[in-house]
């Protein structure tokens, strides 16, 4: 099983339009809550929370039954249990919600687990040129073997000069936004060509703010500005689907583990992700 923080209800306005990560029911992701507001779980009179939606870091979980995912019994969870939330995302925002063509320029800016999967997806998609950003420079090496084939430092070098100088001035089919950083959507924006696609997939602290001049992002230059939840998928469809593609060799998730801990050391694989040290901490029990 893979468990999901977006367990869907299945019979809400959204999902039977098939737009599950909409959900108007599935509150796991954001409260750590059943529909009804329950958690199912206390200590004495106080009400205990499911930790980041799934409680992923206990031992045993209560949840839905829409929010685990069953997957074939061959499939090592501790390489399963990357997709649940870093891959779908990354891989779902380049597949599902931008719809990126074959033979595309991808711009994609930071790249943690989220970034190093829209990398994946650009290639899955048959991106002809996918141009990477990233201070980290293990991560842009990272990168490259899954299947970017340009490289931004941006301390040093100016985003929206290089992704234009690489598409010969004409500005990339489609930038995605993977660090959680507001200013990075304006980035995204200037590197993007006319009528391209801006993609926000990370998410900036709730107080961040963007400004835009629609005048000349979405009369004169005829961009689109995009949101995506959880990759716009359905979690019952698309782990499995993403699980599929691992086991054909189109997907490769052993890259983005980078360290294996005992439960017990939870604390410093925490201080690992909070330092940007490596991509993804799995913790085993
Ligand atoms: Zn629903």
Not at 228 to 251: K, V, W
Request: proline share 5%.
């Amino acid at each position: 099983m893979v468990l999901t923080p977006a367990p869907p209800c299945g019979t809400c306005y959204w999902c039977v339009r098939g737009e599950a990560s909409s959900c108007v029911n599935s509150s796991a992701i954001m409260t750590s809550q059943f529909p009804d507001g329950s958690t199912g779980l206390s200590r004495g009179d106080e009400v205990v929370y499911r930790g980041v939606g799934v409680a992923g870091f206990a031992e045993y979980v209560l949840t839905q039954a829409t929010g685990a995912v069953k997957i074939p019994d061959d499939i090592p969870l501790e390489v399963a249990c990357v997709v649940g939330c870093a891959v779908q995302t990354g891989v779902g925002a380049v597949l599902n919600t931008a719809r990126v063509v074959e033979g595309a320029s991808v711009l994609v800016m930071g790249l943690g687990g989220i970034g190093l999967s829209v990398v994946q997806g650009a290639r899955l998609a048959s991106a002809s040129r996918v141009i990477v950003s990233d201070p980290v420079a293990q991560r842009r090496e990272v990168a490259g073997s899954l299947g970017a084939t340009d490289f931004i430092d941006p301390l040093s070098e100016d985003v929206v000069e290089k992704a234009r100088q690489l598409t010969g001035g004409i500005g990339v089919d489609y930038a995605f936004e993977c660090a959680g950083r507001a200013e990075l959507i304006s980035v995204g924006v200037n590197a993007a060509r006319n009528r391209g696609t801006i993609t926000c997939v990370g998410a900036p602290p709730i107080t961040q703010n963007i400004e835009i001049a629609p005048a000349s992002l979405f009369v004169v230059s005829e961009k689109k500005l995009l949101g995506t939840l959880l990759g716009s998928s359905n979690s019952l469809h698309e782990i499995p689907r993403l699980i599929g593609l691992y086991t054909a060799g189109r997907l490769d998730l052993e890259s983005l583990i980078t360290a294996r801990r005992p439960l017990e050391e939870i604390n410093e694989a925490m201080e690992d992700l909070t330092a940007s040290r490596g991509i993804r901490t799995v913790l085993e029990i």
